[in-house]
Nanobody, 125 residues
Framework: QVQLVESGGGSVQAGGSLRLSCEAS????????MGWFRQAPGKAREGVAA???????IYLDSVKGRFTISKDNAKNTLYLQMDRLNPEDTAMYYC???????????????????WGQGTLVTVSS
């Protein structure tokens, strides 16, 4: 079973930055849609950013221009650079891979997806 291990979460003040990393235990998902979703306490999951096999990216509207998703296939690692963070970004962030063929934000946490244990991001005002 491939493991996805997130790191890089933490506590920052509004306006700050964090870089999340997700290391996969092997390259099984290298050609799959991968991305990040988050879940805040008492709220539904929401897809934040995804990157398709050929590098096309999609973002949640509220993070466009502030977050950047990227991947390093040689390192089997996915990244999420988060800038200008605000308190509404506070959530547990999960790295995910969609084992299906599509690449939409919602695919990151539905039945064909696999994800890691998550990393907590807390943004204070």
């Amino acid at each position: 079973q491939v493991q996805l291990v997130e790191s890089g979460g933490g506590s920052v003040q509004a306006g700050g930055s964090l870089r999340l990393s997700c290391e996969a235990s092997d390259d099984t998902y290298r050609d799959n849609c991968m991305g990040w979703f988050r879940q805040a306490p008492g709220k539904a999951r929401e897809g934040v950013a995804a990157i398709a096999q050929h590098g096309a990216t999609i973002y949640l509207d509220s993070v466009k221009g502030r977050f950047t998703i990227s991947k390093d296939n040689a390192k089997n690692t996915l990244y999420l650079q988060m800038d200008r963070l605000n308190p509404e970004d506070t959530a547990m962030y999960y790295c995910a891979a969609n084992t299906g063929l599509s690449c939409r934000l919602g695919d990151l946490y539905r039945s064909l997806a696999v994800w890691g244990q998550g990393t907590l991001v807390t943004v204070s005002s």
